[in-house]
């Protein structure tokens, strides 16, 4: 069954580039991804939308995933609420809206 993540971040003023440049050339390429996209949901705030095969794959590249929160970690902004400097979210998909 087809599982995502969602996670969102806040990014300090002036550190969008980094971290967006933490993600591409194959940074964010996880075992297991099938597909994944980051999007600009206002300023410095973005949400990254993982595609995964199901939720063991999910869990399997945690260990990736958390390295490359590391690797750019210093660029983003603790979001409040006792969330941290990120807020995610993943669960498996129960409607295709292609379909």
Known sequence: MTTFN??????KPGQDEG????HRDGKAQWP???????IKTGDRSYCLIGEWADAAAIKAA????????N????TLEDLGGGL???????GDEVVDLNA
Do not use: K
């Open 19 to 22: 971290f967006l440049a933490a």
């Open 71 to 74: 690797s750019f970690r210093d």
């Open 84 to 90: 941290g400097v990120t807020d995610a979210v993943s």
């Open 6 to 11: 969602v996670v969102r971040f806040r990014v």
């Open 32 to 38: 297991g991804l099938v597909n994944g996209h980051i």
């Open 62 to 69: 945690r260990p990736e995933m958390i390295a490359t929160l």
